[in-house]
């Protein structure tokens, strides 16, 4: 990539997000297989700009990493586009896997992801897997803890791995 960043063998960088946050960078895949409608709608906010400096708002040890409200920064948002239709699939939830966030309706995912840092089978056929991180987990992994973290971790910079300069 122009940018510097090496795409994993096997990546379609149409179909892959770089990452930039405030400890290092994340490469994401995208299941566009499996979840197109949320594949497209995270290209488009990336390339939108809309992730640029929006925090991990909900960093859970053992659990997962949330980001995504690029509206409020603090979980309650999402974007000015129309909620997306779940989904589910029978990709499970483990270490790495990149899930749309919701709201109790399982037909409200917008703008918000979350990473897990441990498998979660308990998320399994309840959340849309829109991918997975091919790169950078170590780089997860250093993400400050909390909900909110005291001084979050931000996105500083993310776009389709395609449009990456």
């Known amino acids: 990539m ?9 990546v379609d960088a149409q179909n892959a997000l770089i990452v930039e946050t405030t400890p290092g ?4 895949k ?6 197109p409608g949320h594949a497209e709608r995270l290209k488009l906010l990336a390339r939108e700009r809309f992730y640029d400096d929006v925090p991990f708002h909900r ?15 603090n979980g309650t948002g999402g974007s000015s586009y129309p909620d997306l239709k779940a989904e589910f699939s029978d ?6 896997t990149v899930g749309m966030a919701r709201a109790g309706n ?15 089978d308990f ?7 829109i991918g997975e991180v091919v790169s950078g987990m170590d780089v997860v992994d250093k993400l400050k803890r909390g909900e909110p973290p005291a001084q ?4 500083v910079k993310m776009q389709v791995a395609a449009d990456a300069k």
């Open 106 to 120: 399982p037909n409200s995912a917008n703008s918000q992801f979350f990473i897990m840092f441990d498998d979660g």
């Open 152 to 155: 979050p971790d931000r996105i």
């Open 30 to 35: 995208l299941h566009s297989d499996i979840a």
């Open 59 to 73: 960093v859970i040890d053992g659990f997962m990493a949330q980001t995504g409200d690029g509206e409020h920064g």
């Open 2 to 10: 122009a940018d510097g960043t090496e795409m994993p063998a096997g």
């Open 25 to 28: 960078t994340i490469v994401i």
């Open 123 to 129: 998320l399994n056929g309840q959340y849309t897997v």
């Open 91 to 96: 990709k499970p939830f483990t270490r790495g």
